[in-house]
């Protein structure tokens, strides 16, 4: 398994460029940060086995920034920059 701070996945747009972590960070290569597992408030951060596996394009109908999916298919999209 990999450990917590482990690149797992890569995206890029023309507004910018991130890496996921395993354990949900997201590391800005390029662009504006628009947060990560752990800027969401801490009701949504209920799992701290929690684990992530992509990152991508938002899932609902913003098209700026972008979502991470957990390895269990949950979807936490980012839009505004921190």
């Given amino acids: 398994m990999p450990a ?6 890569f995206y890029a747009t023309a507004e910018g460029a ?3 972590e395993y354990g ?3 590391r800005t290569l390029r662009g504006p940060f628009y947060g990560s597992y752990f800027t969401l408030p ?9 684990r992530f596996w992509s ?5 609902d109908t913003i098209t700026r ?3 991470i ?3 269990n298919g949950e979807a936490y999209n980012f839009h505004t920059p921190s």
């Fill in 55 to 59: 990152i991508g394009p938002p899932t």
């Fill in 69 to 71: 999916v957990s390895a």
């Fill in 65 to 67: 920034g972008y979502a």
């Fill in 24 to 26: 949900g960070g997201v």
């Fill in 4 to 9: 917590d701070t482990d690149v797992v996945d």
């Fill in 18 to 20: 991130w890496v996921l």
């Fill in 42 to 50: 801490a009701s949504a951060r209920n799992d701290p086995g929690r």
